[in-house]
């Protein structure tokens, strides 16, 4: 699959995390996104997702479908906000 995991923060809610660095915040994902890579550029998302979204606020996922063989798309600590959209898109590819 080359379809990159791409995260929809939800903008209203910055808590800070004692996983995250001093100065960093982590925000909630509201949305679980695939986006296909950027052309010439494998590690890079697409500047749309599957299902039109723009990517450019987003935050690419550290973690990558094809690292695991036989998961979902996405990581499944998130699967109850996976676009729909996306997911059928994957479904049908």
Partial sequence: MSEIVVYELDRSVATRSSA????????????????????????????????????????????????HPGAPWYPTEHASVVCPDCDAVIEIG
Avoid at 37 to 62: I, S, Y
């Fill in 20 to 67: 995250q660095p001093s100065g960093r915040a982590e925000r909630h994902v509201r949305r679980v996104h695939a986006a296909p890579a950027a052309p010439g550029m494998p590690a890079e998302a697409g500047p749309r997702t599957l299902c039109g979204k723009d990517t450019f606020a987003m935050e690419t996922a550290r973690w990558t479908p094809s690292g």
